[in-house]
């Protein structure tokens, strides 16, 4: 039992080990962070350009509070730099962290004032995560005793097969050994059926003569 809440518990922490690895953190617009970018809107598609996004990333929006603020909108409302149809809530509380639960395309702008105008606007292409290798796992132990094999002899006696008995000699008259309980083998010469056949023999020799 305790092998094999070992052997989950290994595994548990593998899967662990695995998806904190495959998590990346990106700090958006990288050095100069959330902001109205002096070059325009193009700063923003060169830094995510630069990037690959997978689903479990988490997006690092740094910016100061109340200056700035994180809205993700559909793509229809980031083209016209509209606030209409929101996707969730704004975060106006910065830095703020974002992660990416779905693949496919994400827009984020910012609301205050003409700042998405500015060029203040992300959109990205978010992967699917890879699957990972599953990881090893050795099969439970068995409860089941192994099988011991037949004991085998070396020893070319022991195989040889056993010679019958032959019968041994008695004063000329061949004796068979007979198993008590068991009925006398044919061709027995034991004294007491010779005895009685001779009786048999004697009492028809009388009743023919007389």
């Known amino acids: 039992m305790e092998s094999k809440m070992v052997i989950v518990f290994g595994v548990v922490v593998a899967v662990f080990l695995q998806n904190v690895a495959a998590q990346t953190g990106h700090v958006v617009g990288g050095s100069i962070g959330w ?74 702008i910012c609301t205050y004032g003409r700042h998405c105008q500015s060029g203040q606007k992300l959109a990205i292409t978010v992967s699917a995560a ?20 037949s004991p085998t002899s070396n020893d070319p006696a022991a195989c040889a097969p056993v010679p019958a008995s032959s019968p041994s000699m008695n004063g000329g008259v061949p004796t068979v050994n007979i198993t008590p309980g068991s009925p006398p083998p044919l061709g027995s010469s034991s004294p007491a059926v010779l005895a009685s056949f001779s009786l048999s023999a004697a009492a028809l020799i009388v009743g023919l003569l007389f």
Request: glycine share 6%; hydrophobic share 30%.
């Open 35 to 108: 902001t109205i970018p002096q070059s325009g809107a193009q700063e923003y598609v060169t830094w995510a350009a630069s990037n690959k996004f997978v689903v479990g990333d988490t997006l690092i929006f740094n910016f100061a509070t109340n200056a700035h603020d994180v809205q993700e909108v559909p793509k229809a409302s980031f083209d016209s730099c509209s606030s209409e149809n929101p996707i969730g809530t704004a975060i106006t509380t910065g830095p703020a962290n974002i992660t990416l639960t779905s693949s496919g395309d994400h827009y984020y």
């Open 130 to 149: 890879s699957p990972g290798a599953a990881p090893s796992v050795p099969p439970p132990p068995s409860n089941t005793p192994p099988t011991s094999p």
